[in-house]
């Protein structure tokens, strides 16, 4: 019995369903039969029990006249050769139907229906496990493999997104320190340098004082604006790293 489900369940599902419906029809024609022929078998059984009786009158032979339970129950079997045939007919294309959607249809389209909500829930740690070669089974091995892809994209972006804040970081300390020597440079030639007003006829470091002064503030802009610019890295990592969670509010 086992390998006779393997065997269906294997079957490609327009086979599956026409070898199915053709067994219903076959065995309640069968059946079908043997019920007339049982009900018919009844019916003689009946009619061998009562003697033929002479009408004079009618100058005819026939039955005796049958009691109102005799009467009952032999029209009963004639209406009953005349309805259990459409009977058998729909419990045979019931019972078919069922087999199919038990043994073909249940399983796959559980694990879809499971794998469709997973997915929806962006919840991939999980598997669709059907073995079969008919067309649901495909179907369950293309969704099966759409699940692999997926999480091996969602995975790629998050080792993505984990290189990108390792470099935001990386890149802010490694400015950090540059900047600090700068800084402090500009400091020091700002402070000491630059602070007394008679050297404004003089040459510092061999240039005149107006063109190192525009240096020195040349160089003070571009410290500033790689200030701003490592500070924005941080603002960019820090809010990467914000949960947002939903909080209801009365209006």
């Not at 699940?147 to 994209?153: A, G, P, Q, T």
């Not at 993505?160 to 935001?168: A, F, N, P, S």
Request: hydrophobic residues 40%; proline residues 2%.
């Amino acid at each position: 019995m086992d390998k006779i489900k393997k065997k269906f369940s294997a079957m490609p599902l327009r086979k599956a369903i026409g070898l199915a419906f053709f067994t219903a029809l076959l065995c309640s024609g069968i059946l079908t039969g043997a019920a007339v022929f049982q009900i018919h078998q009844l019916q003689e059984s009946m009619l061998r029990e009562k003697k033929l009786v002479f009408h004079e009158q009618e100058n005819t032979l026939a039955y005796e006249t049958f009691t109102a339970s005799e009467a009952a129950l032999y029209y009963g079997c004639n209406a009953a050769m005349a309805v259990l045939p459409a009977g058998i007919f729909f419990l045979g294309i019931t019972a078919s139907s069922c087999a199919v959607y038990r043994l073909k249809l249940q399983k796959p389209l559980r694990e879809l229906h499971n794998g469709i909500t997973r997915i929806t829930s962006d919840n991939l740690d999980f598997s669709i496990s059907y073995e079969s070669e008919d067309e649901l089974g495909r179907l369950c091995h293309s969704m099966e493999r759409m699940r692999r892809e997926l999480c091996r994209s969602k995975k790629k972006t998050w080792e993505l997104m984990q290189h990108e804040r390792l470099l935001y970081a990386s890149l802010a300390h490694d400015l950090r320190t540059p900047l600090t020597v700068l800084k402090g440079y500009l400091e020091y030639l700002e402070s000491d340098c630059l602070k007394d007003a008679s050297q404004k006829e003089e040459t510092v470091l061999k240039l005149p004082y107006d063109s190192f002064h525009t240096a020195v503030c040349g160089m003070g802009e571009a410290v500033r604006r790689l200030e701003q610019y490592v500070s924005s890295m941080r603002d960019i990592d820090r809010m990467e790293h914000v949960k947002i969670r939903k909080q209801a509010e009365r209006v």
